[in-house]
Protein backbone atom coordinates (compact mmCIF):
# COMPACT_ATOMS: atom_id res chain seq x y z
CA UNK A 1 0.00 0.00 0.00
CA UNK A 2 2.97 2.78 -0.75
CA UNK A 3 2.43 5.82 -2.82
CA UNK A 4 -0.22 7.27 -1.11
CA UNK A 5 -0.86 6.76 2.80
CA UNK A 6 -3.73 8.24 5.38
CA UNK A 7 -3.64 8.06 8.67
CA UNK A 8 -5.33 6.96 10.83
CA UNK A 9 -7.36 4.26 9.16
CA UNK A 10 -10.40 4.70 12.18
CA UNK A 11 -11.13 8.44 14.32
CA UNK A 12 -12.88 8.72 16.75
CA UNK A 13 -14.11 12.45 17.71
CA UNK A 14 -16.90 14.18 20.18
CA UNK A 15 -19.11 17.09 18.53
CA UNK A 16 -17.60 20.33 18.69
CA UNK A 17 -13.77 19.27 18.44
CA UNK A 18 -11.66 19.89 15.41
CA UNK A 19 -9.67 16.68 14.01
CA UNK A 20 -6.98 16.76 11.95
CA UNK A 21 -6.84 13.77 8.66
CA UNK A 22 -3.35 13.08 7.10
CA UNK A 23 -2.65 12.62 3.43
CA UNK A 24 0.29 11.71 1.95
CA UNK A 25 2.20 10.61 -0.92
CA UNK A 26 5.52 9.79 -2.66
CA UNK A 27 4.33 9.78 -6.19
CA UNK A 28 5.79 13.50 -7.19
CA UNK A 29 2.55 14.28 -7.97
CA UNK A 30 1.91 18.07 -7.91
CA UNK A 31 -2.17 17.52 -7.66
CA UNK A 32 -4.02 16.68 -4.60
CA UNK A 33 -7.58 15.93 -3.82
CA UNK A 34 -9.75 15.37 -0.41
CA UNK A 35 -13.72 13.66 -1.48
CA UNK A 36 -15.49 12.80 1.13
CA UNK A 37 -17.53 9.40 0.87
CA UNK A 38 -21.34 8.41 1.69
CA UNK A 39 -23.25 5.46 1.44
CA UNK A 40 -25.34 6.24 -2.20
CA UNK A 41 -23.71 9.29 -2.98
CA UNK A 42 -20.48 8.59 -4.56
CA UNK A 43 -17.02 10.58 -3.98
CA UNK A 44 -17.85 14.24 -3.22
CA UNK A 45 -15.21 17.04 -3.98
CA UNK A 46 -14.04 19.01 -0.96
CA UNK A 47 -11.17 21.03 -1.69
CA UNK A 48 -8.00 19.85 -4.21
CA UNK A 49 -5.10 21.87 -5.16
CA UNK A 50 -3.06 21.71 -8.26
CA UNK A 51 0.57 23.28 -6.55
CA UNK A 52 2.33 23.47 -3.49
CA UNK A 53 0.53 26.71 -1.79
CA UNK A 54 -2.43 26.68 -3.55
CA UNK A 55 -5.69 25.32 -3.27
CA UNK A 56 -9.11 25.45 -4.24
CA UNK A 57 -12.80 24.57 -2.79
CA UNK A 58 -15.02 21.51 -4.40
CA UNK A 59 -18.11 21.41 -4.10
CA UNK A 60 -18.51 20.32 -0.17
CA UNK A 61 -16.06 22.45 1.22
CA UNK A 62 -18.16 24.23 3.65
CA UNK A 63 -16.49 23.32 7.59
CA UNK A 64 -13.44 22.10 6.18
CA UNK A 65 -10.09 23.54 5.69
CA UNK A 66 -6.91 22.87 4.21
CA UNK A 67 -3.23 23.47 3.55
CA UNK A 68 -0.48 22.51 1.27
CA UNK A 69 2.86 23.83 2.63
CA UNK A 70 4.54 20.60 1.51
CA UNK A 71 4.37 18.51 -2.37
CA UNK A 72 4.03 15.50 -0.34
CA UNK A 73 1.24 16.50 1.98
CA UNK A 74 -2.71 17.37 2.08
CA UNK A 75 -3.81 17.43 5.52
CA UNK A 76 -7.90 18.00 5.92
CA UNK A 77 -9.22 19.88 9.26
CA UNK A 78 -12.67 18.79 9.92
CA UNK A 79 -14.17 21.93 11.89
CA UNK A 80 -16.83 21.74 14.40
CA UNK A 81 -18.75 24.08 11.89
CA UNK A 82 -18.99 20.53 9.74
CA UNK A 83 -22.61 19.88 10.59
CA UNK A 84 -22.62 16.16 9.59
CA UNK A 85 -18.78 15.02 9.87
CA UNK A 86 -19.31 11.03 9.72
CA UNK A 87 -18.20 9.99 6.55
CA UNK A 88 -15.59 7.96 4.71
CA UNK A 89 -12.40 10.61 3.80
CA UNK A 90 -10.86 9.82 1.00
CA UNK A 91 -7.27 11.30 -0.76
CA UNK A 92 -6.11 10.88 -3.82
CA UNK A 93 -3.46 12.14 -5.67
CA UNK A 94 -2.96 12.66 -9.41
CA UNK A 95 0.20 14.55 -12.07
CA UNK A 96 -1.26 18.12 -12.65
CA UNK A 97 -1.80 19.56 -15.96
CA UNK A 98 -4.52 16.77 -16.96
CA UNK A 99 -6.56 15.66 -16.49
CA UNK A 100 -4.52 12.35 -15.14
CA UNK A 101 -5.75 9.46 -13.43
CA UNK A 102 -6.09 9.45 -9.82
CA UNK A 103 -4.49 7.74 -7.27
CA UNK A 104 -6.52 6.89 -4.00
CA UNK A 105 -5.40 6.54 -0.19
CA UNK A 106 -6.84 3.64 2.06
CA UNK A 107 -9.03 6.40 3.48
CA UNK A 108 -9.84 7.79 6.83
CA UNK A 109 -13.25 6.51 8.57
CA UNK A 110 -14.18 9.38 10.60
CA UNK A 111 -17.12 8.87 13.71
CA UNK A 112 -18.56 11.83 15.74
CA UNK A 113 -20.92 11.62 18.64
CA UNK B 1 -21.10 22.59 -12.57
CA UNK B 2 -20.74 19.32 -14.00
CA UNK B 3 -23.56 16.69 -12.72
CA UNK B 4 -23.19 13.20 -13.63
CA UNK B 5 -26.12 10.68 -13.23
CA UNK B 6 -25.30 6.59 -13.11
CA UNK B 7 -27.81 3.70 -13.33
CA UNK B 8 -28.33 1.45 -12.15
CA UNK B 9 -27.53 1.93 -8.67
CA UNK B 10 -27.73 -1.94 -7.97
CA UNK B 11 -26.84 -4.94 -10.46
CA UNK B 12 -27.28 -8.26 -10.05
CA UNK B 13 -25.83 -10.99 -12.61
CA UNK B 14 -24.97 -14.78 -12.64
CA UNK B 15 -21.42 -15.49 -13.51
CA UNK B 16 -20.67 -15.26 -17.34
CA UNK B 17 -23.28 -13.01 -18.14
CA UNK B 18 -22.79 -8.96 -19.21
CA UNK B 19 -23.54 -6.60 -17.21
CA UNK B 20 -23.64 -2.86 -18.27
CA UNK B 21 -23.73 0.52 -15.90
CA UNK B 22 -24.79 3.80 -17.71
CA UNK B 23 -23.90 7.22 -16.82
CA UNK B 24 -24.84 10.69 -18.24
CA UNK B 25 -23.03 14.10 -18.01
CA UNK B 26 -24.13 17.62 -18.29
CA UNK B 27 -20.88 19.61 -19.12
CA UNK B 28 -20.57 19.51 -23.05
CA UNK B 29 -16.74 20.51 -22.30
CA UNK B 30 -15.78 17.35 -20.25
CA UNK B 31 -13.82 15.17 -22.05
CA UNK B 32 -12.08 13.04 -19.66
CA UNK B 33 -14.49 9.89 -18.42
CA UNK B 34 -12.85 7.68 -16.11
CA UNK B 35 -14.50 4.57 -14.53
CA UNK B 36 -13.51 3.28 -10.50
CA UNK B 37 -13.88 -0.09 -8.90
CA UNK B 38 -14.03 -0.09 -5.16
CA UNK B 39 -14.05 -3.35 -3.24
CA UNK B 40 -15.86 -3.47 -0.01
CA UNK B 41 -13.46 -1.90 2.80
CA UNK B 42 -10.62 -1.27 0.17
CA UNK B 43 -9.84 2.40 -1.98
CA UNK B 44 -11.35 3.25 -5.43
CA UNK B 45 -8.78 1.93 -8.41
CA UNK B 46 -8.89 3.09 -11.99
CA UNK B 47 -10.55 -0.26 -14.35
CA UNK B 48 -10.45 1.95 -17.35
CA UNK B 49 -10.81 5.54 -18.89
CA UNK B 50 -11.65 7.38 -21.88
CA UNK B 51 -11.44 10.35 -23.31
CA UNK B 52 -13.49 12.33 -25.34
CA UNK B 53 -11.45 12.16 -29.35
CA UNK B 54 -12.02 8.32 -28.84
CA UNK B 55 -15.62 6.43 -29.01
CA UNK B 56 -14.93 3.21 -27.34
CA UNK B 57 -11.86 1.66 -25.41
CA UNK B 58 -11.20 -2.26 -24.38
CA UNK B 59 -9.38 -3.59 -22.16
CA UNK B 60 -9.77 -7.86 -22.11
CA UNK B 61 -13.08 -8.00 -20.52
CA UNK B 62 -13.92 -4.34 -19.50
CA UNK B 63 -14.74 -1.98 -22.30
CA UNK B 64 -15.98 1.63 -22.54
CA UNK B 65 -18.03 3.62 -24.96
CA UNK B 66 -18.40 7.43 -25.16
CA UNK B 67 -21.60 9.18 -26.95
CA UNK B 68 -20.61 12.55 -26.82
CA UNK B 69 -23.81 13.93 -28.95
CA UNK B 70 -26.02 12.07 -26.18
CA UNK B 71 -23.57 12.85 -23.54
CA UNK B 72 -23.20 9.25 -22.33
CA UNK B 73 -20.77 6.95 -21.39
CA UNK B 74 -21.16 2.86 -20.84
CA UNK B 75 -19.38 0.57 -18.52
CA UNK B 76 -19.38 -3.28 -20.23
CA UNK B 77 -18.00 -6.04 -18.32
CA UNK B 78 -18.07 -9.61 -20.46
CA UNK B 79 -17.92 -13.04 -18.93
CA UNK B 80 -18.29 -11.47 -15.35
CA UNK B 81 -16.41 -13.52 -12.29
CA UNK B 82 -17.32 -13.38 -8.65
CA UNK B 83 -14.53 -10.99 -7.98
CA UNK B 84 -16.11 -8.45 -10.44
CA UNK B 85 -18.47 -7.75 -7.45
CA UNK B 86 -17.86 -4.45 -6.33
CA UNK B 87 -19.07 -0.87 -6.11
CA UNK B 88 -18.38 0.71 -9.80
CA UNK B 89 -18.07 4.96 -10.02
CA UNK B 90 -18.23 6.99 -13.49
CA UNK B 91 -16.55 10.46 -13.28
CA UNK B 92 -16.41 13.59 -15.76
CA UNK B 93 -14.31 16.27 -15.77
CA UNK B 94 -13.54 19.28 -17.77
CA UNK B 95 -10.38 20.36 -19.27
CA UNK B 96 -11.13 23.39 -18.53
CA UNK B 97 -7.68 25.02 -17.90
CA UNK B 98 -6.13 26.65 -14.97
CA UNK B 99 -7.20 25.63 -11.54
CA UNK B 100 -10.15 23.44 -12.84
CA UNK B 101 -8.00 21.01 -14.36
CA UNK B 102 -8.19 17.27 -13.19
CA UNK B 103 -11.65 18.23 -10.85
CA UNK B 104 -13.85 14.89 -11.24
CA UNK B 105 -17.52 14.60 -10.77
CA UNK B 106 -18.34 11.47 -9.53
CA UNK B 107 -21.44 9.54 -10.01
CA UNK B 108 -23.87 7.44 -6.93
CA UNK B 109 -21.97 4.04 -7.87
CA UNK B 110 -23.39 0.92 -8.88
CA UNK B 111 -23.55 -2.26 -6.46
CA UNK B 112 -22.20 -5.17 -8.76
CA UNK B 113 -23.20 -8.60 -7.53
CA UNK B 114 -21.91 -11.41 -9.65
CA UNK B 115 -23.77 -14.94 -8.07
CA UNK B 116 -21.91 -17.69 -9.00
Known amino acids: DGGITQSPKYLFRKEGQNVTLSCEQN?????MYWYRQDPGQGLRLIYY???????QKGDIAEGYSVSREKKESFPLTVTSAQKNPTAFYLC????????????FGPGTRLTVT | GENVEQHPSTLSVQEGDSAVIKCTYS??????FPWYKQELGKRPQLIID?????GEKKDQRIAVTLNKTAKHFSLHITETQPEDSAVYFC???????????????FGQGTILTVHP
Open chain 1, 92 to 103: ASSMAGGPYEQY
Open chain 1, 27 to 31: LNHDA
Open chain 1, 49 to 55: SQIVNDF
Open chain 2, 27 to 32: DSASNY
Open chain 2, 50 to 54: IRSNV
Open chain 2, 91 to 105: AATANAGGTSYGKLT
